[in-house]
């Protein structure tokens, strides 16, 4: 007689929706609005740079990249394993796994008007302009405004209002 | 069915030898309404068996109430048996109580009892009809409750602990599932949420409930970031983040519940793992990919 636990069994399923991947992106988004790229870079389309693994947060980028623009310009996602020297951007994002790089990333990149951004701990004192970091569960960015002046970018004081400044 | 019938058959024949001995007027209208019933015409019998009940000779024997409770079960079955609030089945239940009331023997006793338990069913029929078709968690519940009424007078030993349990589960999950395709429906968030309420008062480490508490406050979550623009400010991914962090924890610890009485669970594994993304702590998340991986469960 009783049969309600057909009903109960048929639904709910977690979504596998990568919150984080979001919220990176509409970062990375943000980041744009407070940094002004060299005049070379300000042509063509406006590329971000992916090293290392995180398959969501490509997926995500491309979403973005399809349906926002920096200025007039049409936002491009590139994405390697490791870092290939050749590809020319505005933002490289350095992700966990590549996080040994960032120093010769950075050292490759000075003046080239390129915005590093990286998530791993100490990532700005290696060179990283940014640098995402976890606090009280929430994640939270470092800000180092010599390394973005070093790497070619006019910066944006206000910017350093919202993040946690290394410098 | 054929039971039913078996019980009707059983009973015309005890009707008819139990009234041989009464008033001659009154034992033909019973053994009409009798015969009538037999002949499958119930509407044929009714005036008969309700000019019975009035009379004062038969009005207190309560084969003319058990008798009645029949017919009108007949008439019911063809027209009302799917109606939420039907006027025969209320005569049907009122009749057996008067037949109960008069001290049945255990024949006429059983009887009722079985025409109770036919009638339970019905209503369990109409709440599940109810939850699953037509989403009225009000109806259905009256319906159920009316259920659980019926079969509590037939059977007053039962005990309802788990099917409560098994009802209100059903309806946690049919509203939560509204919800979390609809994080708009709030209605739909109130409902699940009490009936779950109710369900954790009878057993609170139920593990359907917990987990659907919990994906309710995960998938809240998650389509709160699902709905944040890629132009917000910073302040508002801010408090986005402030937000989903609560509900993340929330749904945690619903989630752990199911996972500490069986760590095996795929849906409680899976949960916990994206809980943990979203709470942006890498080694408990590391720690579910792994369990994840032994136990064969797709991430991503």
């Not at chain 2, 207190?60 to 039907?86: C, G, H």
């Not at chain 2, 255990?106 to 939850?131: E, F, G, P, R, W």
């Not at chain 2, 659907?212 to 983040?241: F, H, P, R, T």
Request: charged share 25%; with cysteine.
């Amino acid at each position: 007689m009783f049969l309600f636990c057909l009903i109960s069994l048929r639904f709910q399923q977690p979504s596998n929706f990568d919150t984080n991947a979001k919220i990176k992106a509409v970062f990375l988004y943000n980041f744009t609005r407070y940094f002004e790229w060299p005049d070379k870079k300000k042509t063509g389309n406006f590329i971000v740079y992916i090293v290392g693994k995180n398959d969501n947060l490509v997926t995500e980028l491309k979403n973005l990249a399809s349906k926002k623009k920096v200025g007039t310009q049409d936002i491009e996602v590139k994405h390697t394993a490791t870092f290939d020297p050749t590809v020319s951007s505005q933002i490289i994002y350095l992700l966990p796994d590549v996080s040994s790089a960032v120093k010769d990333v950075a050292s490759k990149n000075k003046s080239k008007g390129t915005l590093l951004v990286a998530e791993n701990a100490g990532a700005c004192k290696s060179g990283s302009s940014i640098n995402f970091l976890v606090i009280e569960n929430k994640l939270k960015f470092e800000y180092s405004k010599s390394n973005a002046v070093k790497a070619g970018l006019k910066t944006n004081d206000d910017f350093k209002a919202l993040a946690i400044n290394v410098d | 069915m054929n039971r039913l019938r078996f019980i009707l058959k059983n009973l015309c024949l005890t009707l008819l030898l139990g009234v041989a001995a009464g008033g001659f007027a009154q034992i033909d209208k019973l053994n009409r309404a009798q015969q009538l019933l037999q002949a499958r015409t119930p509407e044929l019998a009714q005036p008969a068996i309700d000019s019975v009940i009035k009379n004062s000779e038969t009005k207190s024997d309560p084969v003319s109430w058990t008798t009645r409770a029949y017919i009108y079960f007949e008439i019911y079955k063809k027209a009302e048996k799917q109606k939420l609030n039907s006027a025969l089945r209320d005569t049907i239940i009122s009749s057996i109580k008067t037949s109960n009331a008069l001290k049945p023997d255990n024949d006429y006793k059983n009887n009722n009892n079985k025409l109770l338990v036919s009638l339970s069913t019905h209503y369990y029929n109409i709440a599940k009809t109810l939850l699953q078709d037509s989403l009225n968690d009000v109806r259905s519940q009256q319906a159920y409750n009316s259920c659980k009424e019926l079969y509590l007078l037939a059977k007053p030993d039962t005990n309802f602990v788990a099917r409560d349990i098994e009802y209100y589960v059903a309806v946690g999950s049919v509203f939560s599932n509204i919800f979390n395709n609809d994080n708009k429906n709030t209605k739909a968030h109130d409902i699940a949420k009490i009936a779950h309420l109710k369900v954790f008062d009878l057993q609170p480490d139920n593990a359907p409930a917990n987990m659907n508490m919990g994906l309710m406050y995960l998938n809240q979550g998650i389509n709160l970031v699902k709905s944040l623009d890629y132009g917000a400010d910073l302040s508002q991914i801010d408090a986005i983040q402030e937000n989903i962090v609560k509900l993340a924890k929330q749904s945690e610890q619903f989630i752990l519940k199911v996972y500490r009485k069986d760590n095996k669970n795929p849906k409680a594994v899976q949960a916990l793992y994206y809980i943990y993304r979203m709470l942006n702590d890498a080694a408990k998340q590391e720690e579910f990919q792994k369990k994840s991986k032994e136990l064969n469960i797709k991430l991503d």
